[in-house]
């Protein structure tokens, strides 16, 4: 199912979590990518993408803590 027609069917608290959820496993994935580089020593930029995307992450999972 796609997120836009869960999002759709979801109410009240579920509807409020669906997107912060979504996005950690966003932000997850993206600092697996970058450590991979840092790992591989293929970009510089990666250790700022893993600082980030981990604040991304525990500010959404403090939302969810909210909620």
């Given at each position: 199912m796609?997120?836009?027609?869960?999002?759709?069917?979801?109410y009240s608290v579920d509807a409020s979590r669906?997107?912060?959820?979504?996005?950690?496993?966003?932000?997850r994935g993206g600092i697996d990518m970058a450590q991979e580089e840092l790992d591989t020593g293929g970009n510089a930029?990666?250790?700022?993408?893993?600082?980030?995307?981990?604040?991304?992450t525990a500010t959404k999972q403090?939302?969810?803590g909210s909620l």
């Open positions: 796609k997120i836009r027609a869960v999002l759709e069917d979801a669906l997107f912060p959820e979504q996005m950690i496993e966003h932000h930029l990666a250790p700022t993408i893993i600082a980030a995307q981990t604040a991304e403090e939302i969810l």
